[in-house]
């Protein structure tokens, strides 16, 4: 069994940083892919960046520029390096992996706050 934890949420005054850290944890899997999709009160569960395994990334528009996403392939970790913050950033940020145990399945963390006052 494949468990994603998430850590780094937060608030922050606009402009601000914050970094997040998802960490894959289990035994016997594979990762193809990463990314991080956030979810704003009233509103859809939206992609904001993924990162796979050959290092290719993707942004949502609204973030290019702002947001950076990276890995460790050794710790099974991946980084949402957010600046710039404002206040339409504000959401539950979660985790999401592409992975294969003896199935490929998706997997979710369980979601970090992350709250950019104005």
């Known amino acids: 069994q494949v468990q994603l934890v998430e850590s780094g949420g937060g608030l922050v005054q606009a402009g601000g940083s914050l970094r997040l850290s998802c960490v894959a944890s289990?035994?016997?899997?594979?990762?193809?892919?990463m990314g991080w999709y956030r979810q704003a009160p009233g509103k859809q569960r939206e992609l904001v960046a993924a990162?796979?395994?050959?290092?290719?990334?993707n942004y949502a528009d609204s973030v290019k520029g702002r947001f950076t996403i990276s890995k460790d392939n050794a710790k099974n970790t991946v980084y949402l390096q957010m600046n710039s913050l404002q206040p339409e950033d504000t959401a539950v940020y979660y985790c999401?992996?592409?992975?294969?145990?003896?199935?490929?399945?998706?997997?979710w963390g369980q979601g970090t706050q992350v709250t950019v006052s104005s």
């Open positions: 289990g035994s016997g899997f594979s990762i193809y892919a």
């Open positions: 990162i796979t395994s050959g290092s290719s990334t």
């Open positions: 999401n992996a592409d992975i294969r145990t003896r199935n490929r399945n998706h997997y």
